[in-house]
């Protein structure tokens, strides 16, 4: 959670592995595009940045936070990719539909990482309004999207070790 007593960009307290070795799937919501654009921007730079093979880093585009879950099912399917990143943004509404999404993918997505045994990521903001998901995608918080790449190459990195 990005306070203003932790960034989400800084990782100066840890040991990040390189990702040279690892194929990175990263799955972006549409809506709500100016923030899961910038969540893509910071998650793709972030893992060049740590290593990852810009050939091996795969994007792809769904239309909202909720069809995450089924993409990563899709994508994992394939075999394809060391670890997916899922990037959305829920912003609350003046209805339960925020609570329903967020429980929705964040459950979902779990769901999918047990089911293949592989890392997914949850780079999903949920914010109380626009301007907390502006200060979470790049603003005074830093970038979700960085902490996803981040988080992506350290679970690649502790799935493929282990398993050797």
């Known amino acids: 959670m990005a306070t203003r007593l932790k960034n989400l960009s800084d990782h100066s307290n840890t040991k990040v ?24 921007k910071g998650a793709f730079q972030t893992l060049v940045d740590n290593g990852a093979v810009a050939n091996n880093i795969s994007t ?16 994992l399917r394939q075999n394809t990719v060391d670890a997916v990143i899922c990037l ?3 912003i609350q509404g003046e209805t ?52 996803a790449a981040i988080t992506a190459i350290k679970m690649a990195d502790f799935s493929v070790t282990l398993n050797k």
Do not use: M
């Open 96 to 147: 339960r539909h925020f609570d329903f999404i967020c429980n929705a993918v964040a459950n979902g997505l779990s769901n999918v990482a047990i089911k293949y045994s592989k890392p997914v990521v949850f780079g999903v903001l949920t914010t109380n309004n626009q301007q907390q998901a502006i200060d979470r995608s790049g603003g005074k918080h830093g970038n979700k999207g960085d902490e």
């Open 88 to 90: 959305g943004c829920v």
């Open 17 to 40: 592995p390189s990702g040279a070795p690892y194929r990175f799937g990263i799955i972006v919501a549409e809506w709500n595009p100016e923030i899961t654009g910038a969540l893509y």
């Open 60 to 75: 792809y585009y769904v239309p909202g936070s909720f069809e995450l879950t089924s993409a990563a099912d899709i994508l």
